[in-house]
């Protein structure tokens, strides 16, 4: 059976930037298309705005899968190196991962009691894999050190990562929505809930999140770079 999980999806930014009084901007975990990522930040019914209705595929996995409540989530992936070659050393690259839920596009056909809560734990599988990428570029830095190396292995990492959610939402799609075995839910959100306990020291902060809200670096010595090594894995 195809996929019924939106996965990987790239997201495009369209959400204003709010700035505080005072010379420093928020740093904002959200904008008006997106919400990033945080561990307090709950879903609800009012984030969902999509409208499922005129999706004849949609309502059928609504009516047969009893999927009537989607998350339309993504990871953004962006890599920001000095602006400046003779700082390339003294500085190094900084790779930035923040998992994306899409309001317009999620939807809400029938709400049940734990409709959004299944959900949840498919955007908390995107922030496993966020911070499975991080941890493994962290860990190649510790080991070679100096610069080059996050930029070397950076997409190769991203595609690890995709890999690892992928295998985890289609397990759970498949145990909690098409075999509808007696406890996946409860099963998964405690497997799930141990996954970020154990990456809990790299967990998507909220200046990882403002990177994609001001879709653009946030710091000034930094600019994104305009090319990235592919996968050298393939």
Known sequence: MKK????????????????????????????????????????TEKDFQGNGTQNPKLVKYCEELDLCVLASTGVFAVLDIPKK????GELIEKAYFAPAFEKSTSYIL??????????KVVFDIFEVSAR??????????DSVGGY???????????ARAIETRTSLVDSYTK??????????FELWR?????LLADSKKFATKPEDCYRFVKN???????????????????
């Open 216 to 234: 653009a670096p946030i710091d000034e010595n930094y600019e994104m770079a305009k090319t990235v090594i592919g996968n050298l894995n393939k």
């Open 190 to 194: 405690e497997k799930v809930d141990k």
């Open 4 to 43: 019924i999980i939106l996965i990987g999806i790239i997201f495009v930014l369209t959400g204003n930037i709010n700035i505080s009084i005072g010379q420093t901007a928020q740093i904002l975990t959200e904008s008006q298309r997106h919400i990033f990522w945080q561990p307090e930040r709950v879903l």
């Open 148 to 158: 080059g190396i996050i930029s070397l292995m950076f997409k190769a990492v991203e």
């Open 132 to 141: 499975f990428a991080r941890q493994q570029l962290q860990q190649l830095q």
């Open 110 to 119: 029938k709400l049940d009691s734990i409709g959004i809560a299944k959900q």
């Open 85 to 88: 070659k003779r700082k390339r």
């Open 175 to 184: 145990d909690v929505y098409i075999d509808k075995k007696a406890g996946a």
